[in-house]
Nanobody
Framework: DVRLVESGGGSVQAGGSLRLSCSVSGYISSRYCMGWFRQAPGKERESIASRESGGSTTYADSVKGRFTIFRDNAKNTMYLQMNSLRPDDTAMYYC????????????????????????WGQGTQVTVSS
C-alpha cells in the first residue's frame, strides 16, 4: 500500500522561499512518477512539477526557474524547493505518485495531468503575502 504525506507549507512574504516535503511509504512501481500539484479555491488543480524515478524532471512554465523537484532516497522523501514566491503561488499543494509511462522512443517518462496519478497526499497550504 502506498502512502504520501506532505509537510512544509506555511505563510511567507513575496520573494521568500519554502521547501515542501513528501514522505513516501509502500511500493509504487519499479519505475514511477512523483508529482507536485496545486489548487487554489475555485480553480482547477494544476501540475507544478514531476520527477521520474530515473531522474528526469518536468516543470510548468509558471514555476520554471523558481521551483525545483528532487528526492532523498535515504529518507524516502520527495521535495519541492520553492524560491522567489509570488502571491499567485498561494494554493493547497499536493504530492502525487503513479507508475511511470514508457515508450521505446523516449524511455520512462511522466505525464502532467492529474488524471495520470492514482496516489495522493492530504495537501499542505502555502500562502504568499505581498
Amino acid at each position: 500500500d502506498v502512502r504520501l504525506v506532505e509537510s512544509g507549507g506555511g505563510s511567507v512574504q513575496a520573494g521568500g522561499s519554502l521547501r515542501l516535503s513528501c514522505s513516501v511509504s509502500g511500493y509504487i512501481s519499479s519505475r514511477y512518477c512523483m508529482g507536485w500539484f496545486r489548487q487554489a479555491p475555485g480553480k482547477e488543480r494544476e501540475s507544478i512539477a514531476s520527477r521520474e524515478s530515473g531522474g528526469s524532471t518536468t516543470y510548468a512554465d509558471s514555476v520554471k526557474g523558481r521551483f525545483t523537484i528532487f528526492r532523498d532516497n535515504a529518507k524516502n522523501t520527495m521535495y519541492l524547493q520553492m524560491n522567489s514566491l509570488r502571491p499567485d503561488d498561494t494554493a493547497m499543494y499536493y504530492c502525487a505518485a503513479a507508475s511511470a509511462y514508457y515508450s521505446t522512443a523516449t524511455g520512462y517518462y511522466c505525464i502532467q495531468s492529474a488524471s495520470g496519478y492514482n496516489y495522493w497526499g492530504q495537501g499542505t497550504q502555502v500562502t504568499v503575502s505581498s
